[in-house]
């Protein structure tokens, strides 16, 4: 049961960042996109990963995740894109995203302990 608390809470989180994201874009004067984007697809194929090989692929899997989006994130810090933009990605962003992966390597850890 507690690992799937911790999974609801790095959900919650990334859709709190999202949201957030929105509404810096909104605020620079740009309209933000209403999709999932790349991480809705990468959410749900995580899930049918699960069903097929276990929960530890899947942990795998949501780790792969996030190392992306450090990538991703450390892309549009080096892009030329507005301050703010790299200023929450840097303080929020990246940190949220280090802090899921210690994490998921918890759940895993205790998912090879059982």
Do not use: Y
């Given at each position: 049961?507690?690992?799937?608390?911790?999974?609801?809470?790095?959900?919650?989180?990334?859709?709190e960042?999202?949201?957030?994201?929105?509404?810096?874009?909104?605020?620079?004067?740009?309209?933000p996109?209403?999709?999932?984007g790349?991480?809705?697809?990468?959410?749900?194929?995580?899930e049918?990963?699960?069903?097929?090989?276990?929960?530890?692929?899947?942990?795998?899997?949501?780790?792969?995740?996030?190392?992306?989006g450090?990538?991703?994130?450390q892309?549009?810090?080096?892009?030329?894109?507005?301050?703010?933009?790299?200023?929450?990605?840097?303080?929020?962003?990246l940190?949220?995203?280090?802090?899921?992966?210690?994490?998921?390597?918890?759940?895993?850890?205790?998912?090879?302990?059982?």
């Amino acid at each position: 049961m507690k690992e799937l608390e911790e999974l609801r809470r790095l959900r919650d989180e990334h859709r709190e960042t999202a949201n957030a994201l929105r509404q810096h874009v909104r605020e620079i004067g740009d309209e933000p996109s209403t999709g999932s984007g790349w991480w809705g697809s990468w959410a749900k194929c995580v899930e049918g990963t699960a069903k097929i090989f276990g929960k530890t692929a899947a942990l795998k899997a949501l780790k792969e995740g996030e190392e992306h989006g450090i990538k991703e994130h450390q892309k549009v810090v080096a892009a030329d894109v507005p301050e703010e933009c790299k200023a929450m990605i840097r303080q929020q962003m990246l940190p949220q995203c280090e802090s899921h992966i210690r994490a998921l390597d918890r759940l895993m850890e205790s998912q090879s302990a059982s």
